[in-house]
């Protein structure tokens, strides 16, 4: 069913709102008339956050240091914070490399952080969020990636969290409806922001080749069509042309409140599964390619 969430006047906390996604999140919120949280861990990023909100907008914001792996810090700050409208899931961390060289350390600590993470931010916040004041319609919305729609050579790690984070989402959704509390998922592209630039430094070559056909977006483009999805209570949010036919391409089981999307996905399936045949092709054909001319090389 359709379904309206307002923003003003409420509520938002944003998890990894320091900087980046979260940060454009934060802003747009903000633009928009909400009470703003954000939580991280660097104070330092966490204050000058907060004063760039406060430089554009006449809003109140708070801040909270925490690591979202440490379930007590993450309560208190939330109990700090006050029952929250507009739950924003956002931190993670991504680190792209092959599997086979990948230490077992690092898969860990993203599955800790991005997945376990945000277990321990909705736990904490559920309680309060279920003892809402006005009642009015609520939402928790989760920071996938299109790497959580498809698997993409370099990501086995980060897919697997953010493919989680699906599931986490799915079953939720079932479970909350009845508290008024809508789940989103946002699917965005490569998003031009300071983790991005570091991760492209260990980046296998075969990655690169593959993410070149997608060109980057910007975080506050991401931050806009972030909060226009959880106002319009979308499920999916892609965050692009490409992202939205990779949406209808991967659409599953999933809710959609819209009719006339479930439409397009009952009416375009086929045609979509064609189209994602092709990709998998083309992302074969671009591996085989590499590994080809690097042999090559190599006798040379
Ligand atoms: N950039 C991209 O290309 C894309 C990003 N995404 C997803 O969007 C989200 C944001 O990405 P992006 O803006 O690039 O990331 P950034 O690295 O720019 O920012 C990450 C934010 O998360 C916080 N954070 C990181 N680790 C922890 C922790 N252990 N506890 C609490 N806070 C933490 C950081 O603050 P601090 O370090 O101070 O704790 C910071 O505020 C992530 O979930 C990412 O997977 C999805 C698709 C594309
Ligand atoms: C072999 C199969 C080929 C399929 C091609 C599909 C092309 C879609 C490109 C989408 C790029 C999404 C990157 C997300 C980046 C991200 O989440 C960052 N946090 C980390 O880089």
């Known amino acids: 069913r359709p379904i309206n969430i307002p923003i003003k006047n409420r509520h938002v906390f944003i998890t990894g709102g320091s900087m980046?996604?979260?940060?454009?999140?934060?802003?747009?919120a903000a633009s928009e008339g909400a009470r703003i949280s954000l939580l991280a861990r660097s104070v330092d990023r966490l204050q000058k956050a907060k004063e760039s909100i406060c430089q554009a907008y006449e809003v109140e914001v708070s801040i909270f240091s925490a690591d979202v792996r440490d379930y007590d810090a993450v309560e208190r700050a939330i109990k700090e914070a006050g029952p929250i409208d507009v739950l924003?899931?956002?931190?993670?961390?991504?680190?792209?490399?092959?599997?086979?060289?990948?230490?077992?350390?690092?898969?860990?600590?993203?599955?800790?952080?991005?997945?376990?993470?945000s277990f321990n931010v909705i736990k904490a916040a559920l309680p309060l969020m279920k003892d809402r004041k006005d009642k009015g319609p609520a939402s928790i919305a989760l920071m996938s990636s299109m790497a959580g729609q498809a698997g993409i050579y370099g990501f086995a790690a980060y897919s697997a969290t953010k493919f989680g984070i699906r599931g986490l989402a799915e079953a939720l959704q079932q479970e909350l409806l009845v508290n008024n509390i809508h789940l989103s998922i946002i699917f965005p592209p490569v998003t031009e922001t300071s983790g991005i630039e570091q991760a492209r430094e260990r980046m296998p070559e075969i990655t690169k080749i593959i993410l070149e056909s997608s060109p980057g977006m910007k975080a506050e483009e991401?931050?806009?069509?972030?909060?226009?999805?959880?106002?319009?209570?979308?499920?999916?949010?892609?965050?692009?042309?490409?992202?939205?036919?990779?949406?209808?391409?991967?659409?599953?089981l999933s809710p959609q409140t819209s009719f006339l999307m479930a439409s397009i996905e009952v009416v375009f399936a086929g045609l979509f599964r064609f189209v994602a045949l092709l990709l998998q092709w083309r992302g074969f054909e671009i591996i085989e390619k590499y590994n080809y001319s690097h042999k090559k090389q190599q006798v040379e």
């Open 88 to 117: 924003v899931v956002n931190h993670g961390v991504y680190y792209m490399e092959e599997f086979e060289t990948q230490g077992l350390d690092v898969m860990k600590t993203m599955i800790d952080v991005t997945l376990m993470g």
């Open 20 to 28: 980046g996604i979260g940060l454009a999140i934060a802003k747009q």
């Open 222 to 252: 991401v931050g806009k069509i972030t909060i226009q999805g959880i106002k319009s209570g979308s499920f999916s949010i892609p965050c692009r042309l490409d992202g939205r036919a990779v949406a209808i391409a991967t659409a599953g």
